[in-house]
Nanobody
Framework: VQLQASGGGLVQTGGSLELSCAASGSVSSIDVMAWYRQAPGKEREFVAT???????NYADSVKDRFTISLDNAEHTVSLQMNNLKPEDTAVYYCNSKIVGLSITSYWGKGTQVTVSS
């Protein structure tokens, strides 16, 4: 599985951005897609996840501001980010998981999101 993320950029506090991640390769095997982020000097953290059936889960810090969605036909996961805050500044990474006897995880290259105050 290969993942290509896009859509990062610079935005002011309160603004919006949408990230997209296109999956290719063995996409029919993907069970879960997710977004993670890593701020400077911090560990990578979970942001949001969505299953193939559309079940979603969010980190408390982004709940009610971010929305994850999945286009199964296009094999694309999106992250709509509203009311952005400076603490949302990070490199955002797309992730996919194939769940079997073990979980196989794939990562895309990150895309930078910078929120200015």
């Amino acid at each position: 599985v290969q993942l290509q993320a896009s859509g990062g950029g610079l935005v002011q506090t309160g603004g919006s951005l949408e990230l997209s991640c296109a999956a290719s390769g063995s996409v029919s095997s993907i069970d879960v897609m997710a977004w993670y982020r890593q701020a400077p000097g911090k560990e990578r953290e979970f942001v949001a996840t969505i299953t193939r059936r559309g079940l979603t889960n969010y980190a408390d810090s982004v709940k009610d501001r971010f929305t994850i969605s999945l286009d199964n036909a296009e094999h694309t996961v999106s992250l709509q980010m509203n009311n952005l805050k400076p603490e949302d500044t990070a490199v955002y990474y797309c992730n996919s998981k194939i769940v079997g006897l073990s979980i196989t995880s794939y990562w895309g290259k990150g895309t930078q999101v910078t929120v200015s105050s």
